[in-house]
């Protein structure tokens, strides 16, 4: 229980773990796609970063959206430890969350319909867990990489959290904040369940619909 507990708190600067100054190992191309994991990406094309609990699934729903996804890829930002590995950020002592990158058109795809597609497949008022995976790598985040994105992703929190307090659910704890730097994880984590079709999924949202970018109920 204590061991929980810990892994429920974020650790401070001298207690995060060490890391390391390369870093790790990850692909190169994505796995359905065949794209370019890490760039370069053609002129136009934007990055959002979400985390919505175990990052496997999380990255299936964004790359399931299709249209006007360019690339997407997991892996760990906000925390303290630099080019940290999996098994340090499920210590809790790196920090970091489990994200999932995406790299998209915004042409094709508003930003909205991505956040559309954040709120309504977690739990966004667990604090520091989703389901049964406890730990701060799976805490509920928008990290944006514009102003654009902030105004809209705090706009929509407003708004979904009202949807959400209709339906009895709490205050909402997912954090928004300027998009810190990403660490690519393991090869073997990118496109997981695209790989392992039986693969492990914890995700499961509200039933709560997000209206941002809609004008009826989804």
Not at 78 to 84: H, I, Y
Not at 123 to 140: A, E, F, L, V
Not at 183 to 195: I, M, N, S, V
């Amino acid at each position: 229980m204590f061991f929980q507990r810990k892994k429920a708190v974020l650790p401070q600067a001298d207690e995060a773990l060490p890391g390391r100054p390369q870093a790790i190992a990850t692909a190169e191309r994505h796995f359905l796609s065949k794209r370019a994991l890490q760039g370069p990406y053609p002129e136009g094309l934007e990055t959002a970063v979400f985390g919505i609990g175990c990052f496997w699934g999380a990255e299936r729903k964004f790359w399931q959206i299709e249209d006007g996804i360019w690339v997407t890829a997991v892996g760990y930002t906000g925390g303290l430890t630099p080019n940290p590995n999996y098994e340090e950020v499920c210590s809790g002592m790196t920090g970091h969350n489990e994200v999932v990158r995406v790299v998209y058109d915004p042409a094709k795809l508003p930003y909205e319909m991505l956040l559309k597609t954040f709120w309504e497949n977690h739990d966004p008022t667990q604090g520091m867990r989703q389901g049964n995976d406890i730990g701060t790598q799976y805490r509920s985040g928008i990290y944006v990489t514009t102003a654009a994105q902030r105004e809209a992703a705090e706009r929509s929190k407003a708004d979904y959290q009202q949807a959400l307090s209709q339906r009895g659910y709490g205050p909402i704890t997912t954090e928004i904040l300027d998009a810190p730097e990403f660490y690519f994880a393991e090869d073997y984590h990118q496109q997981y369940l695209a790989k392992n079709s039986a693969g492990y999924c914890g995700l499961g949202g509200t039933g709560v619909a997000c209206q941002i970018g809609v004008g009826v109920e989804a």
